[in-house]
């Protein structure tokens, strides 16, 4: 038995083609204050319960990355099965800058960060900036939570096969 029905290089595909098999949560990550933004993410995930460590990965030539970078704190919204366009909102690089582009989107400022917290997440997660690496065009950044709320039981927002679906 083998493990490949065939043996595919990265000629014949790419590691984006191959990562679509993967289904991921779906977050829209924010900042606050002077280098308000957000930003779709899927590359996010929790790596520690003590102390409490999460992560997320951000391009470095991403607005995001800047911000990240500038205010040393983020917060996490986890989206839910209804915010299909809210996600879409923030992963178009067509959106406005700054803190207009949340002037479209229920959200409240997060106690820990400013940060913006959207309305109608299935979590929120506020954090500061404990480490950064390096990760080929990415940016791994490790954040401390400061604070955390479980919202609503719903279905989850997924990405898989290069699109959003529906999870209870």
């Known amino acids: ?25 779906v977050s829209v990550v924010t900042v606050g204050g002077e280098h308000t933004h957000g930003m779709t993410a899927n590359a996010f995930t929790c790596v520690s319960l003590d102390p409490p460590l999460v992560l997320c990965c951000v391009a470095r030539k991403a607005t995001m990355h800047a911000a990240i970078e500038g205010a040393r704190r983020f917060a996490v919204s986890v989206m839910g099965g209804d915010q299909e366009r809210t996600a879409r909102y923030f992963a178009d690089k067509r959106r406005p800058r700054g803190r207009a582009q949340f ?66």
């Open 1 to 25: 038995m083998t493990v490949y029905d065939s043996a595919l290089t990265m000629e014949e595909t790419t590691l984006r083609d191959a990562m679509s098999r993967f289904a991921t949560g």
């Open 103 to 168: 002037d479209v989107v229920d959200w409240q400022p997060g106690p820990h960060t400013g940060a913006p917290l959207l309305s109608g997440a299935l979590a929120w997660l506020e954090c500061e900036v404990a480490q950064w690496h390096e990760g080929g065009d990415h940016t791994i950044f490790l954040g401390r939570v400061l604070g955390c709320r479980r919202g609503p039981d719903s279905p989850a927002l997924l990405f898989y096969g290069s699109d959003f679906h529906q999870i209870r």
